[in-house]
């Protein structure tokens, strides 16, 4: 057996990010198992239940849990609850089957540069604190889960993930009809800052976090280039050969969207990928036009 290919467990196979992982995985010989709550899957588990297939470990070598209820919807009590349990109660439930086993596998979770907080402005690398805010609490303890492992010894890594960039899903998929239409325009200030990458790219930085050992802890996965929204605004409308004159003050944001349109539509958080910047990690998309024009021709 080549020591090279593993075996990785996917919770969250079937959203944006996890199936392009998945199939980037297979293409490099590795091999699969999708976790879902689906009966049709490889391995299925029910996280309010608190139950996974017995076996699901069974000779893994990496487990990297993307799953959680979407964030980009209007918050009430229960949409919180939903964000906060599928996430921390999906992790606790695969630290808890890993830690039984005898060689425990790698963990790597998805987390969020929420962790930073929701007005952090620009500067902010892998080294800077905690910040303030829902999406910060629930990234905080999203990582927190892990903690078990890292007492244990066993490699675990936090992928602080920046607004992904596709045609297939995501921020931009909501964007694109009122953009396509013209009616798109600044948000707030539009001075805020964005941190973004590109799906290839995005999948690349967890293959890397898969494949190398030397990396755990905390991983920003973000292009090296944030922009302010407003940058954001005119390069999509440029990319569309469109108008964006139509300006969303941050109390339309508010009055629309709620608190989720405040930390999330209106964040000013611009993320350094220090960790990769280190290692001399060579992004495939580092200007929003090429990004943009990539996938307004739906490669990806
Ligand atoms: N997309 C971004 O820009 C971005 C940015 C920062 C962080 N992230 C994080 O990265 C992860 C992957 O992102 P993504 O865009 O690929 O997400 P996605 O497309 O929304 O997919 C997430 C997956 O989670 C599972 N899921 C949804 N609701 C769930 C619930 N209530 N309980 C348990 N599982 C549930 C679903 O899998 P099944 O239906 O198969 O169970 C779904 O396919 C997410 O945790 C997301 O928060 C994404």
């Given at each position: 057996?080549?020591?090279?290919?593993?075996?990785?467990?996917?919770?969250?196979?079937?959203?944006?990010?996890?199936?392009?992982?998945?199939?980037?995985?297979?293409?490099?010989?590795?091999?699969?198992?999708?976790?879902?709550?689906?009966?049709?899957?490889?391995?299925?588990?029910?996280?309010?239940?608190?139950?996974?297939?017995?076996?699901?470990?069974?000779?893994?070598?990496?487990?990297?849990?993307?799953?959680?209820?979407?964030?980009?919807?209007?918050?009430?009590?229960?949409?919180?609850?939903?964000?906060?349990?599928?996430?921390?109660?999906?992790?606790?439930?695969?630290?808890?089957?890993?830690?039984?086993?005898?060689?425990?596998?790698?963990?790597?979770?998805?987390?969020?540069i929420n962790y930073y907080g929701?007005q952090c402005g620009v500067g902010v690398t892998e080294g800077s604190p905690l910040g303030d805010?829902?999406?910060a609490?629930?990234c905080e303890?999203?990582?927190?889960?892990?903690?078990?492992?890292?007492?244990?010894?066993?490699?675990?890594?936090?992928?602080r993930?920046?607004?992904?960039?596709?045609?297939?899903?995501?921020?931009?998929?909501?964007?694109?009809?009122?953009?396509?239409?013209?009616?798109?325009?600044?948000?707030?200030?539009?001075?805020?800052?964005?941190s973004?990458?590109?799906?290839?790219?995005?999948?690349?930085?967890?293959?890397?976090?898969?494949?190398?050992?030397?990396?755990?802890?905390p991983?920003n996965?973000v292009?090296?280039?944030?922009?302010?929204?407003?940058?954001?605004?005119?390069?999509?409308?440029?990319?569309?050969?469109?108008?964006?004159?139509?300006?969303?003050?941050?109390?339309?944001?508010?009055?629309?969207?709620?608190?989720?349109?405040?930390?999330?539509?209106?964040?000013?958080v611009g993320v350094l990928p220090q960790v990769?910047?280190?290692?001399?990690?060579?992004?495939?998309?580092?200007?929003?036009?090429?990004?943009?024009?990539?996938?307004?021709?739906?490669?990806?």
């Open positions: 057996m080549n020591k090279h290919k593993k075996t990785v467990l996917v919770s969250g196979a079937t959203g944006m990010l996890g199936h392009a992982l998945c199939i980037a995985l297979e293409a490099k010989g590795h091999s699969v198992r999708r976790l879902s709550r689906s009966a049709s899957a490889d391995v299925q588990w029910d996280v309010d239940a608190g139950t996974i297939d017995a076996g699901a470990m069974a000779g893994v070598d990496v487990v990297v849990h993307l799953a959680g209820e979407p964030v980009a919807q209007r918050w009430t009590d229960g949409t919180k609850d939903r964000i906060l349990k599928s996430r921390i109660g999906g992790a606790q439930l695969l630290v808890g089957a890993l830690l039984k086993e005898p060689t425990p596998p790698d963990y790597i979770t998805a987390s969020g929701h805010g829902f999406l609490h629930v303890q999203w990582e927190g889960a892990a903690q078990p492992l890292k007492d244990a010894g066993i490699r675990s890594v936090s992928a993930i920046g607004m992904i960039l596709s045609s297939q899903g995501g921020a931009l998929t909501k964007m694109l009809p009122a953009f396509k239409l013209g009616l798109g325009g600044v948000i707030g200030s539009g001075s805020q800052h964005m973004w990458v590109s799906l290839p790219d995005a999948v690349r930085i967890l293959l890397l976090a898969i494949e190398d050992t030397s990396i755990q802890g991983l996965v292009s090296p280039e944030p922009l302010t929204n407003r940058v954001f605004t005119k390069s999509l409308g440029a990319a569309l050969k469109r108008p964006t004159l139509f300006p969303m003050p941050e109390l339309a944001v508010k009055a629309l969207f709620g608190k989720m349109g405040i930390e999330v539509l209106c964040a000013d990769l910047l280190n290692r001399g990690f060579e992004w495939e998309f580092t200007d929003i036009k090429t990004c943009f024009d990539a996938c307004l021709a739906k490669q990806f």
